[in-house]
């Protein structure tokens, strides 16, 4: 198949948008016709029996391998298509299915190193099956092999390259370099710099992939916590790279034997906490507690940077917010850290609805007006695809994606990753 999408010319990348006055001509009277922004779009389904790598105006992939990692969790094996742009390790995708008649999309970190994918054309996305969720039982059961699916072009900026750049902009960090080293430490080489890698759960897929890529040369500490063993992933694979390179040392912490990690045993477990760059990795709750623990050490936050996963049930667990380098801009700091009030109302002033929540959820709007029965317009659920977008008329919210709190007046906020730190009335 990859031949034939090869010798079709003009269809062997996506459509790009038009971009001038006769492009948007065309749009309109496409528009007009098919009610489709593009005839291409409208013509997909006809060109895909032929070309299946093809898409409109994105990429896809097919399934090659689905491979059990355990109980819960399974790695989907994927192969993109032609002209699928090259990732850094920490990216994540946007995959988009067909379950039960709707498209319905999600973002998963690449587990897979960049090395991979240029050796051998595959990416692998490893996925923790959520028992409520919509879309992860049907990719662990459903999806069938050589099956084709939608895929984004990679994104984010949690990576090894960013963190190390953003530190050293800031002029914060020690070099470790000899003299031969002057220009890669300047372009945020991942070789020169310590690093201490802090994932949660399903929060180790991106630092899998950096590993891989970078084990012969990283000098890293990785600190892995899971609740459980069936909650964990990559145990033996983790083992094994501490075992062969004497240069990663890797420490699993299972939170179903021993307390929640605070600031001495972070300091017991990497004393180099001091001189490392951060990168931070899992749910929320996690997250905002092991920022806090680190702070309170007196770390600077511009060392940090940190990519979120949801934790509500409903979004799957591997769902996550895109990176944010703190690099000061960040709420997260003991000082400022807006916690809940204790109660909060949501008010829907055109369903005419009003719920109240207790200090304990932390779910985002969106799951929120769902759980009264809203159906309010979405995609990605993960702060990607702006399809949420709605109109906050007063109250504060937290916006998961980028660590920062809204004001109190009218703004457009997406549903997806807004949390209600207060009172908000919303146009739903
Ligand atoms: S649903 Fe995609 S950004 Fe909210």
């Known amino acids: 198949m990859r031949t034939a999408y090869a010798k079709v010319k003009g269809l062997e990348k996506p459509i790009q ?18 009610g489709n922004d593009r005839f291409s779009a409208y013509l997909e389904p006809v060109i895909q029996m032929l070309l299946p790598a093809w898409a409109a105006n994105s990429y896809r992939a097919q399934v090659i391998n689905r491979r059990i990692e355990n ?23 946007q995959i988009t299915v067909e379950v039960d008649g709707a498209l319905v999309s ?6 897979s190193s960049p090395q991979m994918f240029q050796k051998e054309g595959l990416i692998e996305l490893s996925i923790r099956i959520q028992e409520k969720g919509r879309i992860t039982p049907w990719l662990a059961s459903d999806l069938k092999i050589r099956q084709w699916i939608r895929l984004s072009a990679p994104s984010g900026v949690f990576s090894i390259e960013n963190t190390i750049k953003s530190a050293a902009q800031k002029a914060s960090l020690p070099l470790q370099k000899n003299s031969t080293q002057k220009d890669e430490d300047t372009n945020g080489s991942a070789q020169s710099r310590p690093l201490l890698f802090i994932a949660g759960g399903s929060g180790i897929t991106p630092f899998r992939a950096m590993l891989h890529e970078y084990k012969e040369t990283l000098q890293v500490t990785v600190i892995y916590s899971y609740r459980g063993a069936a909650q964990s992933l990559f145990l033996s694979e983790l083992n094994q ?15 179903s034997r021993q307390p929640r990690m605070n600031a001495s045993r972070l300091l017991e477990l990497a004393p180099e906490v001091f001189g490392s ?22 770390v600077s ?6 990519e979120s996963f949801s934790s509500t049930p409903i979004n799957a667990i591997s769902s996550h917010y895109a990176s944010v380098a703190l690099n000061g801009r960040s709420d997260l700091s003991q000082d400022n850290f807006l916690a809940p009030t204790d109660e909060r ?21 969106l799951n929120l007006a769902e759980s009264i029965g809203l159906k309010p317009v979405h995609g990605c659920r993960a702060g990607v695809c702006h399809q949420c977008i ?4 007063q109250g504060r919210v937290l916006n998961m994606r980028t660590q920062q709190y809204s004001d109190t007046g009218p703004e457009d906020i997406q549903l997806c990753i807004s949390v209600p730190v207060d009172n908000v009335a919303l146009d739903l």
């Open 345 to 365: 109302q949501i008010h829907f002033l055109l369903s005419q609805k009003t719920m109240s929540i207790n200090s304990n959820n932390n779910d985002p709007l």
């Open 301 to 306: 936050k511009d060392r940090i940077l940190q």
């Open 71 to 93: 109980e819960q969790a399974f790695t989907l094996v994927l192969r993109p298509s032609r002209y699928w742009p090259a990732f850094t390790a920490g990216q994540f995708v």
């Open 390 to 393: 709605c109109k906050k008329r």
């Open 277 to 298: 760059a951060i990168l931070l990795c899992g749910p929320p709750a996690f997250m905002q507690h092991t920022v806090k623990e680190i702070l309170s050490l007196g």
């Open 241 to 255: 790279l501490k075992t062969n390179f004497p240069n990663i040392k890797i420490h699993l912490l299972d939170s």
């Open 17 to 34: 948008s038009p971009s001038n006055i006769s492009g948007r001509l065309w749009q309109k009277f496409s528009q007009s016709l098919t």
């Open 106 to 111: 999600r973002v998963f970190s690449i587990s």
